[in-house]
């Protein structure tokens, strides 16, 4: 378990909840914004947040998880593929800058992790480390 203490899997664990509430306070926002703004510009704020937390939020789930976790190298493939599909993205926003299929992307992105994702891997993720460490 990479040597992570007791507390530091429930605090950890705790972060990794938050953040995924945190992404999708951050998609209701844009979502929002959408039906508020008629600048592209106003609805693009997801794209930062994801860029500086996404990679972080994966490394803290595999170091949780740990390699001797069933699921690790389907769910850090997983991980590498959102990854892969979000720098798609990134790379669109930086030089094409924001457009209405950008957004309806970043929306699909956004519901790919947030349901799909989580309902195939970090749900699973999440009930072995509550029970393996009596936390439930
Ligand atoms: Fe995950």
Redesign the pocket.
């Known amino acids: 378990m990479n040597s992570i203490r007791l507390g530091e899997i429930d605090s950890r664990l705790a972060r990794v909840f938050e953040d995924n509430r945190n992404i999708y306070r951050k998609l209701k926002q844009l979502l929002v914004t959408c039906t508020q703004s008629n600048s592209l510009h106003d609805v693009c704020h997801m794209f930062p947040y994801l860029q500086e937390h996404l990679i972080h939020?994966?490394q803290m789930?595999e170091t949780l998880m740990g390699q001797n976790y069933p699921g690790f190298s389907a769910?850090k493939s997983?991980?590498q593929a959102?990854q892969q599909d979000f720098s798609v993205l990134w790379e669109e926003h930086t030089q094409t800058g924001p457009s209405t299929s950008l957004i309806a992307k970043m929306i699909l992105f956004v519901l790919t992790l947030l349901v799909d994702?989580?309902q195939e891997?970090?749900r699973p993720?999440e009930k072995y480390l509550l029970e393996k460490f009596h936390l439930v």
């Open positions: 939020h994966f789930e769910h997983a991980h959102l994702h989580h891997h970090d993720m």
